[in-house]
């Protein structure tokens, strides 16, 4: 039961740890521990009564090993998420851009229907408003002049609505 001051290497060498380790240890079990005069810590131990058994080099090693792996594993899955997600942002503009497109053609097609119900209305009270003052002798006259004045008002209804 000799107590013994030594410094974090030389503890270290002695249990054929780094010092680094010395000095973990040396704070988990709540060694005493001085200053030097050189300034460098001491510590207080019993190397007899010390119970410590350093962990095998080759049991670090394979837990890297498989470490890595996972690592390797995960960088795959990542890559080819990645990979998925391009291509979905790719089916993802396509379709913005041909919803757009529609969106358009349907704007067009609305603009010609409604010029083409406004010029239906105008036609038809065009009808109407000579029907009323057309006399039943002159019916056959007006029959005879209604389709060109139809044509000519649809004419122009039709380069109104394109402007």
Same mark, same amino acid.
Do not use: C, W
């Given at each position: 039961m000799t107590i013994e001051t030594l410094t974090y290497a030389e503890l270290g060498a002695r249990l054929t740890i780094s010092p680094m380790?010395?000095?973990a240890l040396a704070k988990r079990l709540r060694l005493p521990r001085s200053l030097s005069e050189a300034g460098r810590a001491l510590v207080s131990v019993d190397i007899a009564e010390l119970r410590h058994s350093p962990r095998q080099p080759g049991r670090r090693e394979s837990a890297n090993v498989a470490s890595t792996a996972r690592i390797?594993?995960?960088?795959?899955?990542?890559?080819?998420?990645?990979?998925?997600?391009?291509?979905?942002?790719e089916d993802f503009e396509h379709e913005r851009e041909r919803a757009d497109r529609l969106m358009v053609e349907l704007l067009q097609a609305n603009a010609e229907t409604t010029a083409a119900r406004e010029a239906t209305a105008r036609l038809e009270g065009f009808?109407?408003?000579?029907?009323?003052?057309?006399?039943?002798?002159? =019916?056959?006259?007006?029959?005879?002049?209604?389709?060109?004045?139809?044509?000519? =008002?649809?004419v122009a209804a039709d380069r109104k609505a394109a402007r």
């Amino acid at each position: 039961m000799t107590i013994e001051t030594l410094t974090y290497a030389e503890l270290g060498a002695r249990l054929t740890i780094s010092p680094m380790a010395a000095r973990a240890l040396a704070k988990r079990l709540r060694l005493p521990r001085s200053l030097s005069e050189a300034g460098r810590a001491l510590v207080s131990v019993d190397i007899a009564e010390l119970r410590h058994s350093p962990r095998q080099p080759g049991r670090r090693e394979s837990a890297n090993v498989a470490s890595t792996a996972r690592i390797v594993a995960m960088q795959a899955d990542i890559t080819r998420l990645e990979a998925l997600a391009a291509r979905h942002r790719e089916d993802f503009e396509h379709e913005r851009e041909r919803a757009d497109r529609l969106m358009v053609e349907l704007l067009q097609a609305n603009a010609e229907t409604t010029a083409a119900r406004e010029a239906t209305a105008r036609l038809e009270g065009f009808l109407r408003a000579s029907d009323r003052t057309s006399s039943s002798i002159d =019916n056959h006259g007006l029959a005879a002049r209604r389709p060109g004045s139809l044509a000519a =008002n649809l004419v122009a209804a039709d380069r109104k609505a394109a402007r």
